[in-house]
């Protein structure tokens, strides 16, 4: 392998590899699910043998090169084209800032309340401001070599949502233009109006379902079964594939050795647990980390398929069975019926033969763990939405229930920014959540905005007095005293 900073010369072939039958598909052809039996697929790459010939030392100087590359193919999360998807060329290769996001230890004070030790990585420093741009950049790029090759003149993109993946999707369907029109179908009302601003603002075609993410889903399954459709979900598993670059970064962040770390992530449809392990494993089997990290998965009591199934211990007798979901103030991970189930089952029992007993874990926690847990993170210079919250809470969790060393380094996934889920925060603030979710306010948590001089003493007053007064209340507020 050459290193450096210049586009790999390495290309490779790949194949859909389906989870059910075993059966493989070439990649010339958009699948999503099996054909024969209606599995999930995964993308395999059928030369992944040659890249074992390079030393992980080699590899670990290769992406340590890249990272300062000024080739924006090479800038996100190509940095490991060898392992994302060796069959796209440079051209193919969409940049519009995603990877490459911060993780920022916590406070020494946050540390000290919640008695773990902890980091986020900030995933919502992504330019929708959420993970799903990793997955959504791998999709979109190996669209754009699909269309180049066929000469597509017309690709309908669509995909149902909890909000940010059709934040994503819209966001790279406009960049991207040309054939491609951007349709997306969100449950109506589940969704922040900051999420419902992104797609309208990228101008996609937005329609709303009544129902949750499970019924928009089902839609979506039948355009895509029965028109020609780009599906964008992550059933599509060129998504699972870019959002393997999150375990990537995490060991590159550290230096390639993850002794100590353990990865917290909140699971929804669970692409993204699912792609953490599979990139964890990816490095494993290259040598480029000598151990895995533990990966806990985070599910609220409210929407919790995945917890239910591995909290029967012994494997022989656990049964796979979907939820009705409750509200959850973790609304972008509030689906019952995750559609990547199966592949969480593959490669959970990979990583726990590898990693050992306990190296994938899954943790309930309640939806006033999760918002008291956002609070806090955010009261100590964090900027995690509801997501980021629930890994807090299910790593407060993991060190009550003994599952997590005083030594161990948690490192928790804010999924998304803050600001996209702020109207929980303000729900939180004023105390008034809708009671299905069981949330009430930590009064020493709440903060509110005060009025510091009454608005009719704007007539009363002139504009001199006005300001007087105004200063006069803020000293007295806040007991100044005079230099
Ligand atoms: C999609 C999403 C999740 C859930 O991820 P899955 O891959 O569906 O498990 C969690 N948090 C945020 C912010 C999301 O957008
Ligand atoms: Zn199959």
Redesign the pocket.
């Known amino acids: 392998m050459k290193s450096g900073q210049t586009f790999p010369a390495y290309r490779s072939r790949m194949e859909y590899f389906c989870l059910g039958c075993g059966r493989r598909y070439d990649i010339d052809e958009l699948h999503y699910t099996c054909p024969s039996c209606g599995d999930v697929f995964l993308l395999r790459d059928t030369g992944f043998k040659e890249l074992k010939q390079t030393q992980g030392e080699k590899w670990r100087e290769i992406f340590d090169a890249r990272a300062g590359s000024k080739d924006p193919a090479l800038r996100g999360i190509f940095r490991f084209y060898e392992l994302m998807a060796p069959v796209l060329e440079p051209e193919d290769i969409i940049y519009l800032g995603e990877g490459g996001t911060p993780i920022v230890e916590s406070s020494p004070q946050l540390c000290e309340i919640t008695k773990v030790r902890t980091a986020y990585k900030n995933?919502?420093q992504n330019p929708s401001a959420?993970?799903?741009d990793r997955g959504m950049v791998c999709a979109f790029s190996y669209l754009r070599a699909l269309i180049r090759r066929h000469g597509w003149d017309q690709v309908l993109t669509v995909c149902a949502s909890?909000?940010?993946?059709s934040a994503s999707a819209a966001l790279y369907a406009a960049y991207v233009g040309g054939p491609v029109k951007s349709v997306v179908i969100l449950p109506h009302g589940k969704v922040t109006p900051q999420q419902m601003a992104q797609p309208l603002g990228s101008g996609a075609v937005v329609l709303e379902v009544p129902g949750v993410f499970d019924d928009c889903m089902k839609v979506v399954e039948y355009l895509a079964d029965n028109f020609r459709v780009a599906l964008l979900n992550?059933k599509n598993a060129w998504r699972i594939l870019g959002?393997e670059s999150y375990a990537f970064e995490v060991a590159q962040w550290y230096d390639w050795d993850l002794a100590g770390k353990c990865v917290f992530?909140?699971?929804?449809?669970?692409?993204?647990?699912?792609?953490v392990m599979s990139g964890f494993l990816k490095l494993l089997d290259l040598g480029v980390i000598e151990s895995l990290p533990r990966v806990f998965g985070v599910q609220s009591h409210h929407a919790d398929p995945v917890y239910r199934y591995y909290s029967v211990d012994e494997p022989g007798k656990r049964r796979w069975r979907p939820v009705n979901v409750q509200p959850s103030a973790?609304q972008?991970?509030m689906?019952g019926n995750?559609v990547?189930f199966p592949r969480v089952r593959h490669f959970a029992e990979r990583f726990e033969a590898l990693g050992g007993d306990g190296a994938f874990q899954v943790l309930q926690v309640t939806e006033q763990q999760i918002m008291d847990s956002m609070i806090l993170a955010n009261r100590f210079g964090h900027i995690a939405?509801?997501?980021?919250g629930e890994c807090l809470a299910g790593a407060v969790r993991a060190r009550e229930l003994g599952l997590l060393g005083q030594d161990e380094l948690a490192v928790l996934?804010a999924?998304?920014h803050q600001l996209?889920?702020i109207g929980f925060q303000e729900m939180y603030f004023q105390d008034s959540f809708p009671a299905e979710y069981g949330v009430r306010a930590r009064p020493e948590f709440v903060n509110r905005p005060e009025l510091i001089i009454e608005p009719k003493d704007k007539d009363r007053l002139s504009a001199e007095d006005y300001v007087a007064k105004a200063a006069e209340n803020v000293v007295q507020r806040l007991g100044l005293t005079r230099k």
Not at 162 to 165: A, L, M, N, P, V
């Open positions: 995933d919502g959420s993970f799903k909890t909000g940010d993946t992550s959002q992530v909140p699971i929804g449809n669970a692409g993204n647990i699912t792609a973790a972008a991970a689906i995750p990547s939405c509801t997501q980021g996934d999924t998304a996209k889920f």
